[in-house]
């Protein structure tokens, strides 16, 4: 099959052509495919290695995910929050500016929150607390994103390791203050704020909300509208776009890069503050150097996924989210090891990822022999 | 088959997705030791036909021949063993390698032997043919013309006898292109089978045997050289008559519009770029810049944009047409020199890493200097979607669609658009560098139509350029730059060519620098 190079050579059985035209409906059919095939790849990989039924397996991922009430509101915060954070790290990646920071702009922001309740939880009405809440956590993750944005700004520092070190400093910050204020001195674990004045909790009545995820769920919707016409129709939109394509072309239209730089990532590490805030004072109503849970990074690949397209990010996250709740539901109902459920998903991800391939390149194959005219 | 033909092409077909049909059936013959000119238009598919010769790309159908033989060529290297070399537009040299190291990137050391044997070998090509080039020189330093030659120097070592040059006079100064040529035609002597893509003429009159002419992709024909003239060529290439004269319409009313006085400036890496020059620009008249490329032109340019810094003591003035009023403009933003009321446009040499976002559409290009209009949030969609349009219909640019990312339009349509963009805006002063580098007969013509309306509306017109014809055609006055100075302003009218090229060159009260 390798290509042939010599005067006597055949033409190579096929060659790669890129496509510049394929129709909506043809790059989705090809997306669905993909996940066809994928399914078809792990049910053979799972009969080979655990000799499982792979319908069954698949069915219990589905039940893991959306098996009742209780694991769909699971799989919806699951959701809003990666895609959350994910719409947090967009504008900064439309800019070019590699923000893998999120994680640590996360936890800022879940700190900043944290530190409202216990400080002012016993002293100041709930109310008051909740907005100081809201006001410092997002002040929190901006600040996060900022410093970086800064030295990239006026020094152009490299923003990726930047950020990414950044992430190291507030695990470390966070670790120290889950000391601090830990329940038990020493054993580095804040029991639940304000069990019983709910300060700063950000919640709807239970009669409501059975769950409590329902707030953050539709605070995140809102969210990605929002970012949705702000990349889109807005001014600072436009100019992010310009910027992310060529500084140049942005001096040239009169866009102070310097100040575009500094805003989207204020805007950023502002969003990682909100999306730390609905994981503390939200869901959690504590802080563990864990809170953040690597969906920082997660968050990238959504992004990515579904090229900067905040309406794409829904099916992403909600694609990935539904996995890693599937995975767990199989790795307990099979007792197998949950290693086995990244394979699965590594799987899935990978066919997803490599179907963009069949949709920008077409391959042609070599047609059958005929006799030059 | 014959046997002096050294590749002949049939059926050759090739289609990017279902739409755009860059070659369509194009059957041609390449003949020991001659040189064929490609003649095409923007978009002709002249580059696509070369790319697949090559081996950069392949055909879709169609077959190649090689002396006589079928050959599928599926790389780059395929292309070296069967002895065809390219020499494209955009030089593919590593610059912290010698020449020597470049040469032997990608080779077998079995192949080239020592490196010094390798400088040896190089140092005999040079001899050859007459190149001019030390081996031992990192590419860094190079000027363009180096470049070019290690470039056509790498291909020859690898052994080709089939050269394909596209447009390589685009970036030279008319001394190097007769140097070139003086090489291509050392290089015929010795056999070798010579084909220059190109869109100058007058080039394709001086150097080629032959030349071959494709038209939206599919070969029209080909024609002796020595029966050929400039009319007819164009006419071939555009299939239709083309008027060839250049107008230069008079405006009475010339008004002061501009001032530079003792502009200097230095360039990013602190040398300066830009000595002393003072100059005027009036409203109604074309002033032409020439000078050889990196006389601090771009400098020029960018100054009075707002977009490059001056050193103490310049000045740069705007006198508003309808007040009177005189504007400084060092030291202000393009921003601030926008909300004083100037209406600069510039069309700047660097179109898709400066004038246009290639990612973006027609429309949202538009919208690039105008996005801040208005007090709302969100940007209007309507007024620069209707402006797109506009652009073009009216110069008429092809592309899919106005959404459709303007880096995927040819060179020509994305001129047309930078420049159809910046005279919408109603300019009082319009800047415009190279507007014609790399564009076809009939889209140069479009532009300089384009520059000459501007003018008889009282637009003060700047325009840099690096075709002397053009510039003595076209402009008003010529203001000549070398090595950063201003070395005379000559009037359009009656200049010479001699006169403008001896300016370019040699720096007024000082010695002859050969």
């Keep these: ?373 | 088959m014959d046997n002096n033909i050294a590749v002949s092409l049939r059926h050759i077909t090739k289609a990017f997705g279902s739409k755009v049909v860059a070659n369509k059936d194009v059957s041609m013959d390449i003949h020991e030791g001659e040189i064929l000119a490609l003649l095409g238009e923007n978009g002709s598919g002249k580059t696509t036909l070369m790319n697949m010769l090559s081996g950069i790309y392949r055909q879709d159908s169609g077959q190649i021949y090689v002396h006589g033989s079928e050959v599928h060529i599926t790389s780059p290297k395929d292309a070296y063993d069967l002895g065809i070399g390219m020499i494209h537009q955009h030089f593919k040299l590593v610059d912290v390698f010698t020449a020597t190291e470049n040469v032997a990137l990608g080779m077998d050391k079995k192949t080239t032997g020592s490196y010094k044997d390798l400088t040896k070998a190089i140092t005999e090509i040079c001899d050859r043919y007459g190149f001019d080039i030390d081996p031992k020189q990192k590419v860094y330093n190079m000027t363009v013309s180096q470049k070019q030659t290690l470039e056509i120097v790498k291909t020859l070592y690898r052994g080709a006898n089939i050269l394909i040059l596209d447009e390589p006079t685009a970036v030279l100064t008319p001394q190097e292109t007769d140097k070139l040529f003086a090489v291509l035609r050392n290089m015929k002597a010795d056999g070798k089978s010579i084909i220059i893509i190109t869109h100058k003429l007058n080039e394709v009159l001086a150097i080629s045997d032959r030349v071959a002419i494709l038209r939206k992709g599919e070969y029209i024909g080909d024609v002796l050289t020595s029966e050929a003239t400039v009319q007819s060529l164009t006419e071939m290439m555009v299939g239709q008559k083309v008027e060839l004269d250049i107008e230069r319409p008079e405006v009475e009313d010339k008004q002061l519009r501009l001032t530079v006085d003792h502009l200097t400036c230095l360039d990013k890496y602190g040398v300066t770029a830009l000595d002393d020059v003072s100059l005027e620009a009036y409203g109604g008249e074309i002033l032409g810049i020439a000078g050889i490329s990196g006389s601090g032109q771009k400098q020029l340019l960018e100054a009075i944009a707002g977009l490059q810094a001056a050193e103490a003591g310049a000045s740069i003035q705007y006198i508003n047409p309808d007040t009177g009023k005189r504007e400084e403009l060092i030291g202000k933003s393009v921003t601030q020199i926008k909300k004083l009321g100037v209406a600069l446009s510039f069309v700047p040499e660097d179109r898709l890493g400066m004038g246009l976002v290639g990612a973006m559409g027609m429309a949202d290009n538009m919208m690039l200097r105008s996005y801040k209009k208005g007090r709302s949030m969100f940007t209007d969609r309507k007024a620069p979607r209707e402006l797109a349009l506009k652009v073009k219909e009216e110069l008429e640019v092809v592309t899919p669609g106005i959404q459709t990312p303007v880096r995927r339009l040819s060179g020509g349509n994305v001129q047309k658009v930078l420049v159809g963009r910046e005279i919408a805006s109603d300019p009082t002063v319009l800047m415009a560098a190279y507007a014609v580098r790399g564009l076809d007969i009939n889209t140069s013509y479009t532009i300089y139509h384009l520059l000459n309306e501007e003018k008889k509306k009282g637009t003060a017109v700047i325009y840099v350029g690096e075709d002397l014809d053009v510039l003595l055609a076209l402009c008003d006055r010529i203001a000549v730059l070398c090595d950063g100075k201003l070395n005379g302003i000559v009037d359009g009218r009656t200049a010479t060519k001699e006169e403008v090229g001896e300016l370019m060159t040699h720096l007024k009260g000082k010695e002859a620098t050969a």
């Design chain 1, 1 to 373: 099959m390798a290509a042939n190079t010599k005067e006597t050579g055949k033409e190579p059985l096929f060659h790669i052509v890129k496509r510049t035209d394929l129709p909506m409906w043809k790059s989705w059919l090809i997306r669905i495919g993909a996940v066809v095939a994928s399914l078809i790849i792990c049910a053979v990989i799972i009969i080979l290695l655990t000799g499982d039924n792979p319908i069954q397996i698949y069915g219990t991922m589905v039940k893991g995910a959306v098996g009742s009430p209780r694991r769909i509101w699971a799989l919806l915060q699951g959701v809003a929050m990666l895609l959350c954070i994910a719409l947090a790290v967009t504008p900064a990646f439309k800019m070019r500016f590699w923000n893998i920071g999120a994680e640590g702009q996360v936890l800022m922001g879940g700190l900043g929150a944290t530190a409202c309740m216990i400080l002012f939880g016993k002293t100041l009405p709930a109310p008051l607390v909740l907005v100081l809440v809201i006001v410092v956590s997002i002040i929190c993750g901006a600040v996060w994103g900022l410093i970086p944005a800064i030295f990239k700004a006026f020094w152009n520092t490299n923003e990726t390791l930047f950020t990414l070190m950044m992430n190291y400093i507030a695990i470390q910050i966070v670790s120290y203050f889950t000391y601090i204020w830990s329940s038990n001195k020493g054993n580095n674990v804040i029991n639940t704020i304000n069990v019983d004045t709910h300060a700063g909790w950000l919640e709807l009545p239970p009669s409501i909300d059975k769950y409590g995820y329902m707030l953050n769920v539709i605070i995140v919707g809102a969210l990605t509208v929002l970012m949705y016409f702000y990349l889109k129709y807005s001014k600072q939109g436009y100019e992010i776009s310009v910027v992310g394509e060529s500084e140049n072309t942005a001096k040239y239209a009169g866009i102070n890069v310097k100040k575009v730089i500094i805003r989207t990532m204020i805007i950023s590490g502002a969003l990682c503050g909100v999306a730390g805030m609905l994981l503390v004072s939200g869901t959690d109503h504590t802080i563990t150097p864990n809170t953040a849970g690597g969906r920082g990074f997660t968050a990238i690949m959504v992004s990515w996924l579904a090229k900067f397209n905040p309406l794409f990010m829904v099916l992403t996250s909600l694609l990935i989210v539904f996995m890693q709740k599937g995975a767990q539901e199989i790795s307990t109902v099979f007792g197998l090891n949950n290693s086995f459920s990244d394979i699965i998903t590594g799987i899935i991800i990978f066919f997803i990822i490599g179907s963009e391939f069949f949709i920008n390149y077409s391959i042609k194959f070599r047609a059958k022999e005929v006799e030059a005219k």
